[in-house]
């Protein structure tokens, strides 16, 4: 009987369309920290734990496809349908910087030294950013065969990940000769790339597929068949025993990564599930939805009983652990805070 206690996620309201990408900042002095992007051009921080909103970044005139945090959550990045990547200060909100592209930016990922800043999209380029030297004008890399929807670094900054939204695949690109150096074959297109916490793994999904690379030798260690088309999934990150997916069918699986036994079946959302992403302890997990709602679940057995169900704005939920006042405080001090009537809704370009 108590083995069905019903899972009930914090709820974090607050876009108010579609979200698409969801980052967890690794764990910092002060806690760790979520970033998320969305169609309404807003992108929000939260505090990982719990979910409370901290600030939203104000500047992008178009969707944001993308979003990340550097190492230690002092800087966030975006990338635009307004042709632009931004750089924010994660403690007070301002845009740093502004790189402007050509067309739409899709992806982008801070280097794992924080120096740099890797972008990709519609234009089919890799483009490298100098971030001590903001004002020089990015390397580019630009035989992608076709428009990027994620990029990675990986090997210590040696070694960027790419795939397509119109192409097969994942390409590994060597950072000094601005070659391919491997391509890992999917028969669909890969909307989700993540590297493994420990670097020993990529995690893929194309189609209907979770796929489980080498990220060292780049042999195919795992592929399973999911119940339907999935467009993003996340590998546990501490023990590497598990692994989230979700796609069309609105619900976030979890899975055995040993065997792909499904082992828990989430269900909440009301549109496609756009993206997930485990917490850097691997005790929670994120889900981001067509439904404009992120939803932040416990990992392993239910916390919750049937009576014992979180608001639903998510902000004043039970948890585990107690939150320290001071763990955000840094963060919360000083951003500048969203206007609440959210403005213009820039027309996007499809999404491809």
């Not at 309201?13 to 051009?41: C, E, N, W």
């Not at 945090?69 to 990045?77: E, I, K, S, V």
């Not at 483009?127 to 035989?143: H, Y």
């Amino acid at each position: 009987m108590d083995k069905k206690k019903v899972a009930v996620p914090l709820v974090c309201h607050g876009h108010s369309r579609p979200v698409v990408d969801l980052f967890y900042s690794p764990i910092t002095p002060d806690g760790f920290f979520l970033i998320s992007a969305s169609k309404d051009s807003s992108p929000m921080l939260r505090n990982g734990e719990t979910g409370d909103w901290i600030g939203t970044f104000e500047g992008h005139k178009g969707a944001v496809w993308s979003c990340c945090l550097d190492t230690n959550a002092l800087r966030a990045a975006s990338g635009s349908a307004d042709f632009t990547a931004k750089i924010w200060d994660a403690l007070t909100g301002d845009e740093l910087h502004s790189f402007e592209h050509k067309h739409i930016v899709r992806a982008c990922a801070f280097s794992e030294d924080t120096h740099l800043l890797l972008t990709g999209g519609i234009e089919k380029i890799l483009r490298i950013f100098d971030l001590n030297r903001p004002d020089a004008p990015p390397r580019e890399v630009d035989n992608s065969p076709g428009s990027i929807r994620t990029v990675a670094w990986l090997h210590s900054d040696q070694t960027i990940l790419s795939s397509c939204t119109d192409t097969g695949g994942v390409r590994l690109w060597d950072v000094r000769s601005g070659k391919i150096v491997h391509t890992l074959e999917t028969k669909s297109y890969v909307t989700s790339a993540e590297v493994s916490q420990d670097g020993r793994y990529i995690t893929t999904a194309d189609g209907s597929t979770v796929k489980f690379w080498d990220a060292n030798h780049f042999g195919l260690v795992k592929s399973y068949n999911m119940p339907c088309t999935v467009e993003s999934a996340s590998l546990e990150p501490k023990l590497g025993n598990k692994f989230i997916a979700g796609g069309e069918d609105m619900w976030i699986r979890l899975f055995d990564f040993h065997t792909g036994e499904e082992i828990g079946c989430n269900k909440g959302h009301h549109g496609p599930v756009h993206c997930v992403r485990f917490s850097p302890g691997g005790e929670s997990y994120a889900s981001g939805s067509e439904d404009g709602t992120i939803r932040i679940w416990q990992t392993g057995p239910a916390t919750h009983d049937e009576n014992e169900i979180s608001p639903a704005n998510g902000l004043t939920g039970k948890v585990k652990v107690k939150v320290m006042a001071d763990e955000v405080s840094r963060k919360i001090e000083g951003f500048h805070i969203a206007k609440e009537g959210k403005t213009e809704e820039e027309e996007e370009a499809t999404d491809a």
